[in-house]
């Protein structure tokens, strides 16, 4: 069974950091382009960032360009989001989730919830 | 990356059709056969309904399809029940490994 387990959230002030991981389990995690998204309280999904196998290939969307690294470790099957300068803006449910297809994510985490307040 | 027009909400009854239509440009949905339409309800993380456009993954019910015509893609669900009862998001491929999704649609069985 395919399991995506986000890890991470919580309260932050505006301007820190704060750094997600997802455990992946039931599928060949190394084979898959896998990206994080996120939802603010009561809006559509936002696409956030994408890494490709071996992590040859990295975007950012613009809202978080320049502030969030994503990073993927395939011996440990896991996927990583370090985010920095936050601001209240960035106050959402952060889900990672694997490719199926371009813009196509097929398997999902639960998601875990950021909340950037002073 | 602007966001794609979808329709704050639609509704039917059991065992009607309906169809939410998602409208962006010729920047992303124009220009890709990769159009992706997510269910989600209420506390629940997104499931992928269809993908390029009009294809459906492994166990999604084929009351559920998908077309697209120009700058709009839509999605239509036939024999609707009540458990369909949930907020759509549309999604397209906009260049350059990037993604940008609808504000999303909350379909409600009446």
């Known amino acids: 069974e395919v399991q995506l387990v986000e890890s991470g959230g919580g309260l932050v002030k505006p301007g820190g950091s704060l750094r997600l991981s997802c455990a992946a389990s039931?599928?060949?995690?190394?084979?898959?382009?896998m990206n994080w998204l996120r939802q603010a309280p009561g809006k559509g999904l936002e696409w956030v960032s994408s890494?490709?196998?071996?992590?040859?290939?990295?975007y950012y969307g613009n809202s978080v360009k320049g502030r969030f690294t994503i990073s993927r470790d395939d011996a440990s099957n896991s996927l990583y989001l370090q985010m920095n300068s936050l601001r209240a803006e960035d106050t959402a449910v952060y889900y990672c989730?694997?490719?199926?297809?371009?813009?196509?994510?097929?398997?999902w985490g639960q998601g875990t919830l950021v909340t950037v307040s002073s | 990356q602007s966001a794609l027009t979808q329709p704050a909400s639609v509704s039917g009854s059991p065992g009607q059709s309906i169809t939410i239509s998602c409208t962006g440009t010729s920047s992303d949905v124009g220009s890709y056969n990769l159009v992706s339409w997510y269910q989600q309800h209420p506390g629940k993380a997104p499931k992928l309904m269809i993908y390029e456009a009009s294809r459906r993954p492994s166990g999604v019910s084929n009351r559920f399809s998908g077309s697209k015509s120009g700058n709009t893609a839509s999605l239509t669900i036939s024999g609707l029940q009540a458990e369909d009862e949930a907020d759509y998001h549309c999604?397209?491929?906009?260049?350059?490994?990037?993604?940008?999704f609808g504000g999303g649609t909350k379909l409600t069985v009446l």
């Open positions: 039931g599928f060949t995690f190394s084979t898959y382009i």
């Open positions: 989730a694997g490719d199926l297809s371009s813009a196509a994510a097929a398997y």
């Open positions: 999604c397209s491929y906009a260049g350059s490994s990037t993604w940008v």
């Open positions: 890494i490709s196998t071996s992590s040859n290939y990295i």
